[in-house]
């Protein structure tokens, strides 16, 4: 609660956020203007008056930093008038100073209102390839809640290398996919597209899971490798960690294949059961040439009232300043009653508190509560 009470407080700052701090520059204007005319004559506060649109320039937009620039050149020039009269040389220094400083200033804020407008437009256009590439889960599917949660390392990015997405089977079950793609940048972002397009295309098709994780090694390998020269696979080699998943709706199990991915976290009560499977296999495009016999499918019990924990490596390898890791089996427990956007919701704001809201790596989780049919 106190992190975002904190992200409200910094955007109230930023351009175009905060009208009421207008009141600032008003009262600097009108205080140097009253102490200036009530001071000895030797006394000149008006250079001072250069403040107020400095000022403004920080809360608010062109208009308004002009807005300010000239209600302080009308009050320099209300002093000179007041005062020396404006044939002096010092008024007219002063107030030629002033006009030529506030039109700097409104300039910088033209510039900047022009490239916030770039931003937005290109963040719109990332959101909308987020909406893509990362689809919502199902909010139910048989006797699944489900909810997902994806914490981009970068605060204004969208999109990076952690992925997830869930499938329907025509066998009534739900399969599920969460990876976490090497790399990152637009190559990660590439292979994280290839790899939710390849599961999405064939996770309802295909009849068992070693099946279907061949299709994803075999796909995400081949567009990995088609274009490149012996010499460079060899010297840069793409893969994803990943777990995939088939929870039946009839039997309260859930079979999974883990593929270098940090173990799943089931929670029945308080307790916390890592479901680790017999043999971590090779990650997606490494390990899939010798075909089907190379993955074994681990079944673990999966009852109603259960909820499973799919994570990344970055909820569990993010470090508070003192360089510890984030305690995220210790965590869970607390959750464990919560339904799932519930829980994500805990878990996105225990996580950037242990971290100060400072990422080092894209972060993804999914909750799954298993209910009665």
Known sequence: MALRVWRVFRRSWQPGHAPALVVIPLALIVAVCVVDVLAPPRIHLGPLLVAAPAITVAFAGARVTALMGALAVAAQVLIGVLR??????????????????????????????????????????????????????????????????????????????????????????????????????????????????????????????????????????????????????????????????????????????????????????????????EASHLPIGLGGAFGMAAYDVQTFPFEAGDLLLLYTDGVIEARDTGGLFYPFDERAPAWAKDDPDELLRALQDDLLAHVHGHLDDDAAAVAIRRVPL
């Open 84 to 277: 020396e009269g404006l044939s002096s040389g010092n008024i007219q220094a002063q107030i030629t100073a002033l006009v030529v400083v506030s039109a700097v200033y409104v300039g910088i804020c033209v510039v900047r209102d022009r490239r916030e407008r770039q931003l937005h437009r290109v963040r719109s256009v990332a959101e909308a390839a987020q909406s893509v590439l990362l689809q919502p889960l199902p909010a139910r599917t048989g006797p699944l809640w489900i909810s997902g949660l994806y914490i981009p390392a970068e605060e204004e990015a969208d999109l990076g290398g952690d992925l997830y997405a869930a499938a329907r089977t025509d066998h009534h079950s739900t399969r599920l996919l969460i990876g976490d793609v090497r790399g990152s940048g637009l190559a990660s972002i590439n292979n994280a597209a290839l790899l939710l397009g390849a599961f999405r295309a064939a996770a309802h098709r295909q009849a068992t899971l070693p099946r279907l994780a061949v299709h994803l090694d075999a796909a995400f390998r081949w567009d990995a490798s088609q274009w490149r020269s012996q010499s460079q696979e060899d010297a840069d080699e793409d893969f994803a960690t990943a777990i995939l998943l088939d929870i039946p709706d009839d039997e309260p199990v859930v079979h999974l294949i883990n593929c270098g991915h940090p173990p799943p976290l089931l929670l029945r009560g308080s307790h916390v059961t890592p479901l680790t499977a």
